[in-house]
């Protein structure tokens, strides 16, 4: 077993979030008061229909939206009511993230699309050069540097996106249906990343509708309409014998 | 991200749509090579209106005997000589602001088809006219009534041929021998066409005695006058007639009886005509460089849409709005830039060729230049600011989600 031992810190606190989105004349209630508390090093997966509010939990925890009410502390700090700036930088900082569609930057090699947020991050050239090149080593992309998004399969472009998504070395990795655009087999391959990354102590948040993936998380938190419905613990599944080693052989 | 990297950024970005970025620079490429070329124009024309009327000769006044206009009727300069020895005098003596006057008599033969002029040494003060060879003209000649004569190119071409050295021959002005003591420094034409080089100039008393007797006591010719300064040549002309008025017992209400041409007033008037016709050339230019930026703008609102979720996903890693801003208009700056540079180099080719073909000198004012590339930058801010703020107001999740 190599679940995380105990409880540690709370790293992402959420108090009573709500978020309302305003259609014209009619009020949508997106997230209405949800409370969640996300240790550090955490693998946890929010799932949901459509429309239950787990997208719109995602953007709050990634920075990329803020609450209509409620606290949002991330790493210790208020971030509910930073302004854009400020979120770009806690963005910068202590999030990484990996989308479904992938979001690479086209005509852009693999080491340079890994190197983005390096270069917001005010990364000397030299470093963001080394680091992107070691995260690329990392999901067993070492020998794709040059390689663009065109150039790679949907498997390897989720891994330059896991990259980069790690290259700041975030508190935490907001994964939004990274398997959602693979095959099952590579989604296999994926999930086998993330798994591996957990270990290492980073905290993984996954957003998905598939209980299959949703089955590699230590906990699985359930969302419907704008609460939270169910919130468990759970023994992460071990993935598939058959998926070829993405980086080596994970102890 | 440093101001380098967000450099480079840019000029990838502009790398990758080669022929949209160099289209849409050619609009300020044309607009500044136009406004530049445009005030080369209008500087060389300037330029050779100045040296026109500098080679008159410097603050020039003069004044003519006969009214120009009697009783409704015009009567050309010469028509009546008024002018006295004795005024020649008081204006030299009298005028404060009078620094050189002499007088010009000029040959009235029909036959001869050179000018011949007498008069005395200021007269090449006043026309700023040296000698090139030989020694000019002293007060001794002129006292001794020394037959030497002072030859302008015109006439030493066409009397020696070109290039010959005449000083120390021996001519003929009426039959009468004059040794070419000097020949004078090439002027070129007056502002009206007339050749200035074809000119003899002889010391007036010679000229009074071997070329054209009588008149004792009038100037049969007309006087020209050399103020202290630019600024003073309307005080000297003010001045001048008064004094005239005043010693022809010219009463109130009445004509004059001489006329004044001031040729820095005709000189400064042309020039404003150069001076405005230069200002509207280059504001036609202008326009130009105006329809470049609104171009420039265009694109920019074009790639800023087409790169929605790029701007998205630097967003989502972290780039501020700031950052996102920075980059926009570096890439409008760029261009505007790349497009002055580009356009001051086909300006000045412009100029020069232009200027070969109208004889005129290439003027290339630095200030042009510089005023029209950092046009072309503000052209780049201004019209690059709108989209580049679109840009950076891009809600993160909305660009993301952009197809």
């Known amino acids: 077993m190599s679940a995380s031992p105990g409880p540690k810190l709370p790293l992402l606190v959420l108090r009573d979030v709500t978020k309302v989105y305003r259609m014209g004349d009619v009020e949508v209630h997106a997230l209405r008061g949800v409370s969640l508390d996300v240790s550090e090093g955490e693998f946890v997966a929010i799932m949901g229909a459509s429309g239950s509010g787990k997208s719109t939990l995602m953007n709050i925890i990634g920075c990329l939206d803020r609450p209509t009410s ?49 270069l917001y991050a005010g990364v000397p050239t030299r470093e963001r050069h080394e680091r992107a ?64 990354l957990s270990r290492t102590g980073i905290t993984i948040v996954l957003v998905t509708h598939e209980a299959d993936v949703a089955l590699y998380a230590e906990r699985v938190v359930v969302m419907k309409d704008g609460r939270v419905q169910s919130d468990r613990a759970q023994v992460p599944r071990r993935p598939a014998e058959a998926v070829p080693a993405a980086a080596g052989g994970a102890s | 991200m440093n101001p380098l990297q967000t450099l480079r950024v840019a000029i990838r970005a502009l790398l990758r749509n080669k022929l949209r970025s160099f289209l849409t620079t050619l609009g300020i490429i044309i607009g500044v090579s136009a406004v530049i070329a445009m005030v080369a124009i209008g500087e060389g024309a300037k330029a050779q209106v100045e040296a026109s009327f500098a080679s008159m000769g410097s603050n020039l006044l003069v004044v003519l005997p006969g009214s120009t206009t009697a009783g409704g009727q015009r009567g050309g300069f010469g028509s009546m000589p008024t002018l006295t020895w004795d005024d020649l005098h008081a204006i030299r003596t009298d005028v404060p602001t009078v620094r050189y006057a002499a007088a010009q008599l000029l040959s009235e033969d029909q036959n001869w088809n050179t000018s011949v002029y007498g008069t005395t040494t200021e007269y090449f003060q006043i026309r700023n006219w040296p000698t090139a060879s030989g020694s000019p003209m002293t007060d001794s000649d002129v006292d001794a009534g020394a037959k030497v004569v002072f030859l302008g190119a015109t006439v030493v071409e066409k ?90 017992h010219i009463g109130p209400g009445s004509d004059d009886d001489f006329s004044i041409r001031n040729l820095t007033e005709l000189a400064s008037a042309q020039q404003q005509g150069t001076e405005t016709l230069t200002t509207l050339l280059a504001s036609i230019a202008a326009v130009s460089l105006l329809v470049g930026g609104i171009g420039i703008m265009n694109i920019m609102l074009v790639s800023v849409t087409e790169r929605t979720r790029e701007i998205g996903i630097r967003m989502a890693v972290g780039a501020s709005p700031g950052n996102i801003l920075a980059q926009f208009l570096v890439e409008a700056l760029t261009l505007a830039i790349a497009g002055g540079v580009v356009g001051i180099a086909l300006g000045v080719l412009t100029a020069e060729r232009l200027a070969s073909q109208f004889g005129w000198p290439m003027l290339i004012r630095p200030d042009i230049v510089v005023v029209a590339v950092g046009f072309s930058a503000i052209v780049g801010v201004v019209f690059g600011l709108y989209p580049a703020r679109k840009a950076s107001r891009l809600d993160p999740i909305d660009a993301l989600r952009f197809e």
């Open chain 1, 70 to 118: 409620g606290t949002h502390v991330l790493a210790g700090e208020d971030v509910s009511q930073l302004d854009r700036t400020a979120l770009a930088r806690t963005r910068n900082r202590m999030l990484g993230f990996v989308f479904q569609s992938f979001n690479l930057l086209s005509r852009t090699s693999a080491l340079e699309n890994v190197e983005l947020p390096l």
């Open chain 1, 133 to 196: 090149k070691a995260a690329l080593a990392l999901v067993g992309l070492g020998d794709r540097l040059g390689h663009h998004p065109n150039q790679m399969s949907g498997g390897q472009q989720q891994r330059v996106a896991i990259a980069r998504a790690l290259v700041t070395q975030p508190k935490v990795l907001l994964a939004d249906e990274p398997t959602g655009n693979l095959d099952s087999v590579t989604s296999d391959d994926v999930m086998a990343i993330l798994q591996r």
């Open chain 2, 159 to 248: 009397l020696f041929g070109a290039n010959a050295d005449p000083v120390g021959q021996v001519i003929r002005i009426k039959n009468i021998p004059f040794e070419v003591r000097g020949v004078l420094v090439k002027k070129g034409q007056s502002p009206t066409g007339q050749d200035y080089d074809d000119a003899a100039i002889v010391p007036l008393k010679a000229f009074q005695t071997k070329i054209q007797g009588g008149l004792s006591q009038f100037i049969g010719g007309v006087i020209y006058v050399s103020a202290y300064s630019t600024d003073q040549t309307a005080k000297a002309e003010q001045q001048i007639t008064n004094l005239l008025r005043d010693r022809h």
